[in-house]
């Protein structure tokens, strides 16, 4: 019995973060190639993250390639360079993304948020208001 309770919660940990997922985006993310998938559920998950873990953001765009190439496994990515648009700033952000094979869960997820990217360089970097 302990067993089949252990297993209902740990089944329950992994569908409550993908019903909290918008059924328009779900369905959308559906649609596209399993990479590309992977890129915008964490993309996605960023600008949750963001806007929900911090009030004075309200993330509304992200690139995760804006200062380097991210790195790339199967089911996970590490950007390192990326930034994300606030209220029409932009800001450097360093995360970690891991999803379940089907990358529609996000299991594990770390960000930091670094400086101001002053408006003098978002055209070199090609971030835009």
């Given at each position: 019995m302990k067993k089949?309770?252990?297993m209902v919660l740990a089944s329950l940990t992994l569908v409550l973060p993908a019903k909290a997922m918008d059924n328009a985006l779900r369905?959308?993310?559906?649609?596209?190639d399993p990479r590309t998938?992977?890129?915008q559920r964490c993309d996605a998950e960023?600008?949750?993250r963001i806007s929900h873990d911090d009030r004075n953001y309200k993330a509304d765009?992200?690139?995760?390639?804006?200062f380097a190439t991210p790195q790339m496994s199967a089911d996970?990515?590490?950007s390192s360079g990326a930034a994300f648009r606030s209220k029409g700033q932009w800001y450097r952000l360093k995360f970690?993304?891991?999803t379940g094979p089907d990358?529609?869960?996000?299991?594990q997820f770390r960000y930091k948020i670094g400086d101001e990217i002053p408006e003098s360089d978002w055209a070199k970097y090609n971030l835009y208001d």
């Open positions: 089949l309770c252990l369905a959308g993310l559906m649609k596209l998938r992977l890129e960023v600008l949750d765009r992200v690139v995760a390639y804006a996970a990515i590490k970690k993304c891991l990358h529609m869960q996000v299991l």
